[in-house]
């Protein structure tokens, strides 16, 4: 299928686990985004990608790590993951990173930390 | 610094009325904006947008209003219904990608 998929779903995981977040886009954008979505906070930026092999961090990326080996696939992992992680993640994908067009999102993943 | 801001984090609307969505900008170097919904369990999709060089624009009940000495814009949904219940959030093309504010909760009551 065309678009942007993420998986899980739902995940829940307890305190200190390692955990890794899918996102794949079929479109071949050059941009994607890992946000996460929380009530008083909005959309906040974990990382962004301009390319392969090609990573940036964003407004709130500590406990976390991403790769881009290609450019189709856009990994989150929490390394150890902490109750204060407990959220809904959103990965985006775009052709440049002020497309006007704006950023397509997944579905989300709703992570949860126990 | 909260660089976009929607200052009300939620409204209730009564169907067939008006909703008006607000957001503030503290950026003059802004110069695209864009309002995406979000429904729950979905990702957040793209709703309309506006560049600088205007100060409206339309599509169907959808009107987007630019004030850029107030550094302010707005969304007005015109009649709505009940399935424009949604978190709606503005976004502005910053220096290097999309600043998003922190949403605003419509609910839309028959």
């Known amino acids: 299928d065309a678009g942007i998929t993420q998986s899980p779903r739902y995940k829940i995981t307890e305190t200190g686990r390692q955990v890794t977040l899918m996102c794949h886009q079929t479109?071949?954008?050059?941009?994607m985004f890992w946000y996460r979505q929380d009530l008083g906070h909005g959309l906040r930026l974990i990382y962004y990608?301009?390319?392969?092999?090609?990573?940036d961090k964003g407004e709130v990326p500590d406990g976390y790590v991403v790769s881009r080996s290609k450019t189709e696939n856009f990994p989150l992992t929490l390394e150890s993951a902490t109750r204060s992680q407990t959220s809904v993640y959103f990965c985006?994908?775009?052709?440049?990173?002020?497309?006007?067009?704006?950023?397509?999102f997944g579905s989300g993943t709703r992570l949860t930390v126990v | 610094d909260q660089q976009v801001k929607q200052n009300s984090p939620s409204l209730s609307v009564q169907e067939g009325r008006i909703s008006i969505l607000n957001c503030d900008y503290t950026?003059?170097?802004?110069?695209?904006f864009l309002w995406y919904k979000k429904y729950p369990a979905e990702g957040p999709t793209f709703l309309i947008s506006?560049?600088?060089?205007?100060d409206k624009n339309e599509d169907g009940r959808f009107t987007v209003f630019l004030n850029k000495s107030a550094k302010h814009l707005s969304l007005h949904i015109v009649p709505s219904q009940p399935g424009d219940s949604a978190v709606y959030f503005c976004?502005?093309?910053?220096?290097?990608?999309?600043?998003f504010g922190t949403g605003t909760r419509l609910q839309v009551f028959p």
């Open positions: 976004a502005a093309i910053g220096t290097d990608k999309l600043i």
């Open positions: 985006a994908s775009s052709v440049s990173s002020m497309d006007r067009d704006g950023y397509t």
């Open positions: 479109w071949s954008h050059s941009y």
């Open positions: 990608s301009a390319a392969a092999d090609i990573t």
């Open positions: 506006i560049s600088s060089i205007k």
């Open positions: 950026n003059s170097m802004f110069d695209y």
